[in-house]
């Protein structure tokens, strides 16, 4: 069977490590294009790049996929399969169409419920207790098509988007071989997604981490993990952005204080009113400084009780 594989991001990698492992043929890797990141502005490969590399395999960067110079180039490969898996761009119609077989994709969620771009941030921010992974034949609809296989996956109480994406790409890895010995004998069933039960979950925006403090402390405690990796969850004080990494759940009565009000300043955390209890935040980083421990932040930055985090600079 010759496979020509699509992904990008590091969700991907696990599972194309499981083909090469399983002993499948891949013709070729596509990719996203090199990119320059970072202050310096230095070029930086994907990761599923850096994994094909590695592997010796064929790499294919179009800056559109669905350009017809790349159209020509991936019917040229003659691929029975196409695999894609946090590629990054839509497949249109035609492309779907090329392989001889199929055209399958692994998303990061339980469809129908969080199509799009950010399935395992979205799932953490919401407050879900499960998530999953779902391979589907792929339709013109984006995450729409027929699902061939599913699998559920525990979201732990202090899994970050980080942590779970890594644990979702292994199941992704071994879902995926079930899938392909599925195809190879032609045994397996497609069965719809229920529509009444869809929902999106659109790429995160910068303004996404952004911390209201009216919301109850779970749902504060939620979108950090969520947003872990990026955007980041964050607040101001004294109109300095304060990055959020890592906090806790404090149960307290708060109908005394404001939403945001800082109530107590200890070296284990930083004590702060919201509109349900009190978030303890264990680890943050100020604007202009690293990110370090509750303790260590406030032997150098001036913190007092009475002080309010904002849910703006101004």
Known sequence: MNIVFFGSGKFAVSPLKALVKNGYKISCVVTQPDKKKGRG?????????????????????????????????LKDLRGDLFVVIAYGQILSAELINIPKMLAINA?????????????????????????????????????????????????????????????LSLEAADLLIDTMKSIESNNYKLAPQDEKMVSFAPKLKKQDGLINWGKPARDIYDLIRGCDGWPGAFTYLDKKMVKIYKSGIVKFPVAQFSSGEIIKVEKD?????TGEDCLKIEELQIEGKRRMLAGEFI???????????EFKDN
């Open 269 to 273: 955390g930083i004590l702060v009113a």
């Open 41 to 73: 502005l230095l070029v930086e490969s994907t990761e599923i790049k850096k994994a094909a590399s590695d592997c010796r395999f064929e790499v294919y960067q179009p800056e559109q996929v669905n350009s017809p110079e790349a159209i020509r180039f």
């Open 107 to 167: 998303h990061a969620s339980l469809l129908p419920k969080y199509r799009g771009a950010a399935p395992i941030n979205w799932a953490i921010i919401k407050g879900e207790k499960t998530t999953g992974v779902t391979i589907i034949k792929m339709s013109k609809k984006m995450d729409a098509g027929e699902m061939i296989l599913q699998r559920t996956v525990e979201i732990k109480g202090e899994d970050t988007a980080t942590v779970l994406e890594e644990r």
């Open 299 to 309: 032997l150098g930055h001036k913190v007092c009780v009475g002080d309010r985090l």
